[in-house]
């Protein structure tokens, strides 16, 4: 966050220390910053507060002998003043604030404060609804593997329940008829519980899906040094979607993205695009890693397949994309980009079949 230099105003004059005088001008801007914000000493006591950062942290008027670190605990002040500057403190009635710190004249911190609770809460939403879908792809696979048994145990049983020899034994038979009916309801109820909620469709913009993924994943991959960029066509039409689900699928791809592109030497980039495609609306996410090899590409999105060493993927995520693409009458493809790595493509309807 850029810090407003001095004006003539708040020069330092001989009387008085430099340091001082520089932190008094940026006291005086607060109440005018567009953002909730604090001046903080060197040591972390608040010097200056404007009414959003009040109302935000919870200070009361006149409260200025506060520390940062009593107001949003130790950890958070040493995380602001370290190499990150930015940390995050859960307040009462369960606010979550992210924190970011500048540092500012005079050896002080200008720390601006937002309210995170709306991004937890979708990050909850999608790390709960991965971790069903993941369930209900394994359940998937288990329960197709056991119905086939089950539907011979059962065929076998009802062939010998149809025959009248008064030496078969027809309890037991009733009793193996009857536990393998079982098995098949615990089979289908197990699938139930693990199945993705419903769908919450609503008009929504691509570039809404495409921006809150950039957000969550741009501290990672500064931090991990690959370029992350957006590209979006101006004024895309709406989709009908649900907006966590195709954020979710969004952010599976981009981390395969991070993966693919985390052991390259020099430039490591990734693209994350939403526009056109000839009758629909796209989202892409491209990256200039080594690519898939061709002979991958047709079961790159089966349950369980995976082109990760093992024990680093489930091979799971790209299934998950493909039935998110299915439920919003879509597809999903990837594709050899131009650098050679991997573009992923997902493609939906626009909202009520509008024309381009």
Same mark, same amino acid.
């Given at each position: ?19 001082? /005088? ?14 909730? @914000? ?16 009040? @109302? ?7 409260? =200025?002998?506060?520390?940062?670190? !009593?107001?949003?605990?130790? !950890? ?64 998937? !696979? ?11 145990? =059962?065929?076998?049983?009802?062939? =010998? ?36 909620? +419903? ?61 693919? /592109?985390?052991?390259?030497?020099? /430039? ?5 695009? @939403? ?22 590409? +047709? ?37 050899? @980009? ?19």
């Amino acid at each position: 966050m850029p810090v407003p230099k001095p004006t003539a105003a708040t020069e330092p004059s001989a009387a008085a220390p430099t340091g001082s /005088v520089a932190r008094a001008g940026l006291a005086a801007l607060l109440p005018m910053w567009p953002e909730a @914000a604090f001046l903080a000493s060197a040591d972390g006591t608040i010097l200056a507060a404007n009414d959003n950062a009040r @109302a935000l942290a919870g200070l009361p008027q006149g409260a =200025l002998d506060r520390t940062v670190a !009593s107001l949003f605990g130790a !950890s958070a002040w040493a995380t602001l003043v370290g190499p990150e500057r930015v940390a995050h403190a859960q307040r009462d009635g369960g606010h979550m604030l992210r924190l970011r710190a500048s540092p500012a004249q005079g050896g002080s911190w200008l720390l601006s404060l937002t309210d995170a609770s709306a991004d937890e809460r979708l990050r909850n939403h999608i790390d709960q609804a991965e971790r069903l879908a993941s369930i209900g792809e394994l359940l998937s !696979s288990v329960a197709h593997e056991l119905n086939n048994p089950l539907t011979s145990v =059962l065929w076998f049983a009802e062939i =010998l329940l149809a025959d009248d020899a008064p030496s078969l034994p027809r309890s037991e038979i009733e009793c193996i008829r009857d536990e393998a009916e079982r098995c098949r309801r615990i089979v289908k109820n197990l699938l139930d519980l693990a199945r993705a909620e +419903e769908l919450q469709m609503q008009p929504l913009l691509l570039q809404d899906v495409v921006r809150k993924v950039e957000e969550f994943r741009a501290y990672a991959t500064q931090a991990r040094g690959i370029e992350l960029r957006t590209e979006i066509d101006a004024e895309l039409p709406f989709v009908e979607g649900d907006f966590h689900r195709l954020v979710q699928a969004t952010l599976n791809l981009a981390t395969n993205a991070e993966y693919a /592109v985390s052991e390259r030497d020099g /430039v490591r980039r990734i693209v994350l695009r @939403a526009h056109r495609a000839r009758t629909r609306l796209a989202i892409e996410v491209e990256d200039n890693g080594p690519g898939i090899p061709v002979e991958s590409r +047709e079961r790159i999105f089966e349950p369980f397949f995976t082109t990760k060493p093992r024990g680093r993927g489930t091979g799971l995520g790209l299934s998950l994309v493909r039935a998110t693409a299915a439920a919003h009458g879509g597809a999903v493809r990837v594709e050899r @980009a131009a650098s050679g790595g991997a573009r992923f493509v997902l493609e939906l309807p626009i909202a009520g079949g509008a024309p381009l």
